[in-house]
């Protein structure tokens, strides 16, 4: 067994993209005419081996010997740098962009699947290039052109390094609040006056610089998100083709995290005095698009931020798992209830029940939602590459709807999946000795940034199914009674499947209209997060019977291929019975309109 066995599984990536999605046929679109099914598989071999040889040695140790700041500089262990170089020395930077750019045009699909072999290897450092590329294609959307060759080509190149400032300390995820300003100069420029808290990767000397992408208030706009605007502030500005000075951006401290430490995680002043560009306190910003429009612009790369995280969630999980499936086929521990023969040899634990158990739960949850992340990525190629405009229009539809579920489902049951592989490592699980618990701690907080959980279900019930008069709610509901209905027509495993979901979507349309019939949008929301889940498991039980569906199409072939897809059927009948079911029980509750949390007083807590 490789190294990179144990990060994520080949054969199901194969399965996934090929045997499910069909990526290949993107080739036949002239955006991905150069590309093949080799070039696709010869990126995937080269992202695990680069995952495994740079990235995942070093993950421990990230940990353990978390970033440091004397006042003056911050420090990381020099593992750190010499990975993201070696990333940087695949291209994968650019995986999805232009060719013009530098870009490599890969499918986002492919790219995807890519990146996840980095983030299973080691999320902290991923998460460099990761929040690069989201500010990359930010500004390659809606910067100007002397803004994507000043900033973006060195991104590319893994030279300069890409942030989003968004929260303040007493803002939190209320952006309404944020109150740095940006005062016009008579150049064209503006000078950026505030605090932010909470920046991924705010400062660090990984690279030759940090662009930074600012929300702030230009003065006399309108109050609320509607008067912010999105400024590229760089910690070193530009000189011509060179660096130039200091930009008036400070480091103030970081964040000591329960996980996730090898990403620096940042409080930042702007124009607090302590560098003094061009003679004058005051961080040098420039706009990007139009006044009062960065919230609008900054939802670009906060949208791909949260599908990203989704797949680093869904990473996260996937490793673990497949490190608690090795452990338990080697631990000898017990027998087998019915054999009472002490002296019998001891069985490795995967021979007892309610480890196969476990190690099944977390088998559902990650591959259902690895699935999940990929076939969002299609989507992207899909509103991008589709020749019809229907096509492209419904994709968009999609992925707007799945977004919130794409973050929050894969945070929260892959986080479950790595509580399972501690518990079945047993107590050796809760030690450093083994990674289980470092891949708890670092997924633990993805139900937390780019928007919690009670936020992305706030999106979901609150904007998403209601947009355009419910069209990407019936979008969604139309396409999973589509595979519902080739499964019926399948016979075989996937009908059986077949009814329980197509009950499930059906629940989903009269809840919906239930909680919105009220005229109470207080009401409606108030268990919003219930609503997130039941959905959530529905579009993740709609991803299995989309594989079970692939599984079909192939046969009953013999030897580890015929075990793989048993597996996969397995998994899938374990979701649809222990699962599936428990999403009744919510739909109860949200149709009954109950009010026990709305009503609940601060002074009974």
């Not at 420090?75 to 232009?98: E, M, S, W, Y």
């Not at 991923?126 to 080509?153: C, I, K, M």
């Not at 027509?489 to 009950?503: I, P, R, T, V």
Request: hydrophobic fraction near 45%; charge should be negative.
């Amino acid at each position: 067994m490789s190294s990179s066995d144990l990060l994520l599984s080949r054969r199901d990536l194969a399965f996934l993209l090929h045997d499910w999605l069909d990526v290949t046929r993107l080739t036949e679109r002239p955006r991905y005419a150069e590309h093949s099914r080799e070039t696709f598989d010869a990126v995937l071999d080269l992202a695990a081996q680069v995952a495994a040889e740079r990235f995942a040695p070093h993950n421990r140790a990230a940990d353990t010997s978390e970033p440091t700041f004397d006042g003056q500089r911050v420090r990381t262990i020099p593992q750190v740098k010499a990975a993201l170089d070696a990333f940087a020395g695949t291209g994968l930077l650019a995986a999805t962009l232009d060719e013009s750019i530098g870009g490599m045009q890969l499918p986002h699909a492919v790219a995807a699947a890519a990146f996840a072999w980095f983030q299973a290897a080691n999320v902290g450092t991923s998460a460099y290039p990761f929040l690069t590329l989201g500010n990359a294609n930010l500004l390659l959307a809606h910067g100007s052109p002397e803004q994507v060759d000043t900033w973006v080509r060195p991104m590319v190149q893994g030279r300069f390094f890409g942030t989003m400032c968004l929260s303040e300390p007493q803002a939190g995820s209320s952006l309404a609040n944020l109150t740095t300003r940006a005062e016009p100069q008579d150049d064209g420029t503006y000078r950026i006056v505030g605090t932010k808290m909470w920046i991924s990767a705010g400062d660090h000397e990984l690279a030759e610089n940090i662009v930074h992408l600012v929300l702030a208030r230009i003065p006399g706009g309108p109050p609320g998100v509607k008067g912010l605007s999105l400024f590229v502030v760089p910690k070193v500005l530009r000189d011509g083709d060179g660096p130039g000075p200091r930009n008036d951006v400070v480091l103030v401290g970081l964040n000591h995290k329960l996980g996730y430490r090898g990403t620096t995680n940042t409080l930042l002043n702007f124009g607090e005095g302590v560098h003094r560009p061009y003679g004058r306190a005051g961080a040098v910003g420039y706009l990007v698009g139009q006044p009062h429009q960065g919230l609008a612009l900054m939802f670009h790369m906060m949208n791909e931020a949260r599908i990203g995280i989704g797949a680093g969630a869904t990473a996260l999980g996937y490793t673990a798992h497949l490190k608690s499936v090795a452990y338990a086929r080697q631990r000898p521990q017990g027998r087998p209830v019915a054999d009472k023969d002490p002296t019998a040899p001891q069985v490795p634990i995967v021979a007892h029940p309610d480890v196969r158990r476990m190690l099944l739960a977390q088998k559902s949850y990650v591959e259902g939602a690895l699935a999940l992340i990929l076939y969002c990525g299609r989507l992207l190629d899909e509103e991008k590459t589709a020749p019809a405009e229907a096509d492209r229009e419904r994709a968009h539809l999609l992925l707007e709807l799945l977004t919130p579920i794409a973050k929050s489902w894969p945070a929260q049951w892959c986080l479950a999946a790595n509580d399972l592989a501690i518990q079945v490592h047993g107590g050796y699980g809760y030690t450093r000795d083994y990674d289980v618990e470092q891949h708890w701690r670092d997924n633990r907080l993805n139900a937390i940034h780019e928007g919690t959980h009670g936020i992305q279900a706030l999106d979901l019930l609150g904007r998403k199914v209601t947009m355009r008069d419910g069209a990407a709610l019936e979008a969604l509901l139309d396409t999973i009674r589509g595979t519902v209905a080739r499964a019926w027509k399948a016979e075989g495993f996937a009908s059986e499947l077949a009814g329980q979901l197509g009950a499930a979507v059906d629940r989903i349309a009269v809840v919906t209209r239930r909680l919105w019939a009220t005229g109470d949008p207080e009401l409606a929301l108030a268990n919003a997060s219930v609503y997130l889940e039941a959905v959530g498991h529905v579009v993740i039980a709609w991803m299995w019977l989309e594989q079970v569906l692939a599984v079909e199409a192939l046969g009953s072939p013999d030897g580890a291929e015929g075990e793989f897809l048993a597996g996969k059927r397995q998994a899938a009948r374990y979701f649809y019975r222990w699962e599936l079911p428990t999403v009744a029980a919510r739909f109860d509750l949200l149709e009954s309109l109950d009010r026990t949390t709305l009503d609940m007083r601060e002074s009974w807590f």
